[in-house]
């Protein structure tokens, strides 16, 4: 099993920046991709972006490419989402996401962090 801690949500004025983090523990050697998803408020969870840990290769929904950005550090099994240019509709809780069984897409979640974009 894997578990993911994300940290560094909060209150930031439209415009601003914010970085995310997500440690990683456990099984982290079985972790095959990881992401980050997002839910606002009576709303369902989406995909913001996906990072592979084999290549580093990063990819976005449309609504923050450009704005946002996703790292790793493999060696300290930590996920990273730089966020720039927030808007009022980036406000959401933002969720870490493990792959971890081949065919289960997205099966280890962290508790996710509140981020909160003011006008």
């Known amino acids: 099993q894997v578990q993911l801690k994300e940290t560094g949500g909060g209150l930031v004025q439209a415009g601003g920046s914010l970085r995310l983090s997500c440690a990683a523990s456990?099984?982290?050697?079985?972790?095959?991709?990881m992401a980050w998803f997002r839910q606002a408020p009576g709303k369902e969870r989406l995909f913001v972006g996906g990072i592979s840990l084999a290549n580093g290769a990063a990819y976005y929904t449309d609504s923050v490419e450009g704005r946002f950005t996703i790292s790793r550090d493999n060696a300290k099994n930590m996920l990273f989402l730089q966020m720039n240019s927030l808007k009022p509709e980036d406000t959401a809780v933002y969720y870490c996401?493990?792959?971890?069984?081949?065919?289960?897409?997205?099966?280890?979640w962290g508790q996710g962090t509140q981020v909160t974009v003011s006008s």
């Open positions: 996401a493990a792959s971890v069984v081949r065919g289960q897409g997205y099966d280890n």
């Open positions: 456990g099984r982290t050697d079985r972790i095959r991709g």
